[in-house]
T-cell receptor, first 112, second 112 residues
């Protein structure tokens, strides 16, 4: 089985721009979660989607949004980028929220 | 509210020494997962503990779940340089709702 894939792997944007990141889960996995990882804050939960519905949401501003498609692929969008949004964005898929999560390699976003 | 504390945040050991990280919750957990993230990598699932008092072993790694299901530990015997990384405990409180909490984990460095 192919693992979780994320595109792009690296991204450089400037303040004020918006960005869309993509995640393709493992085949058969309906739950997709997104995380932001920074050296100072560790791994923070953004949101979880299950069968195209956002089931849980972390404590992030409304500039961070996401969606899931019928094939379980997911995208997250960050609008009006700020310098502090520079981070590694990780996506994980699983059969369900309490099942083992399989992480993708992440997208490294740099905001200048 | 639901809170989990993982300690220590950092641990430096000499190769061959033992290492333990602890995860303590203020409320009873339904289960707990442990993940390891190598430097430059993404988190990888290690194990899930479900039963009260459960002890599971994976070679030099021993995982325990407390009798009250409020705390858990990961113990590594005779650390090796390959054990370097950040170890996260992820608590679950039951139900489909609720955020996935990774936090900052315990960062282990091993001096050869």
């Amino acid at each position: 089985k192919a693992g979780v894939t994320q595109t792009p792997r690296y991204l450089i944007k400037t303040r004020g721009q918006q960005v869309t990141l993509s995640c393709s889960p493992i085949s058969g996995h309906r739950s997709v979660s997104w995380y932001q990882q920074t050296p100072g804050q560790g791994l923070q939960f953004l949101f979880e989607y299950f069968s195209e519905t956002q089931r849980n949401k972390g404590n992030f501003p409304g500039r961070f949004s996401g969606r899931q498609f019928s094939n379980s692929r997911s995208e997250m969008n960050v609008s009006t980028l700020e310098l502090g949004d520079s981070a590694l964005y990780l996506c994980a898929s699983s059969l369900g929220k309490e099942n083992e999560q399989f992480f993708g390699p992440g997208t490294r976003l740099t905001v200048l | 509210g639901q809170q989990v504390m993982q300690i220590p945040q950092y641990q430096h050991v000499q190769e061959g020494e033992d290492f333990t990280t602890y995860c303590n919750s203020s409320t009873t957990l339904s289960n707990i997962q442990w993940y390891k993230q190598r430097p430059g990598g993404h988190p990888v699932f290690l194990i899930q503990l479900v039963k009260s008092g459960e002890v599971k072993k994976q070679k030099r790694l021993t995982f325990q779940f407390g009798e009250a299901k409020k705390n858990s530990s990961l113990h590594i015997t005779a650390t090796q340089t390959t054990d370097v990384g950040t170890y996260f405990c992820v608590p679950f409180y039951g139900g489909s709702q609720g955020n996935l909490i990774f936090g900052k984990g315990t960062k282990l460095s091993v001096k050869p």
